[in-house]
């Protein structure tokens, strides 16, 4: 017996958990001084199903004389047991800065990534001596 998914219980889970609240946080007010957290959200999903193949079953020919029987490169068609199916959801969320509203008005303050900002000066510093060092090496040749 196949298992077939409900798509239409899976389109309605995958339907609730995309929404606003899911990019705004709740409202902080702390004296005379609203913040509205927000995030990026990336959302990701899949599915997919399979069913028996022919010519894989307990029941198909095993024997040399058996399959010369069928011809040359023929398969009995004699359905396989098993075939399945799934299903996969994924999402992943970073702060990406907050609506700050005050007496000024309202103002957007992004959210900094201190390791980005690190990892990016690593990678060109290794870039950067790793030029020199290339440049250093063919100017001795030369």
């Not at 028996?52 to 079953?57: D, I, K, Q, S, V």
């Not at 907050?98 to 290794?126: H, K, M, S, Y």
């Amino acid at each position: 017996m196949r298992h077939i998914p409900d798509l239409g219980r899976i389109s309605e889970a995958v339907a609730e958990s995309f929404g606003v609240r899911h990019v705004y946080g709740e409202t902080i007010e702390r004296d005379g001084v609203l913040v509205v957290p927000a995030a990026r959200v990336w959302s990701s999903g899949g599915a997919g199903a399979g069913g028996p193949e022919l010519g894989a079953g307990p029941a198909a020919p095993e024997g040399p004389a058996d399959r010369a029987e069928l011809g040359a490169g023929a398969e009995p068609d004699v359905p396989a047991d098993g075939g399945g199916g799934g299903v996969g959801f994924g999402r992943m969320a970073e702060p990406a800065g907050a609506f700050v509203v005050d007496e000024r008005g309202v103002r957007w303050v992004p959210a900094v990534n201190v390791n980005r900002i690190v990892l990016g000066g690593q990678v060109a510093f290794v870039l950067a001596a790793a030029v020199v060092g290339w440049a250093v090496a063919h100017r001795r040749r030369g």
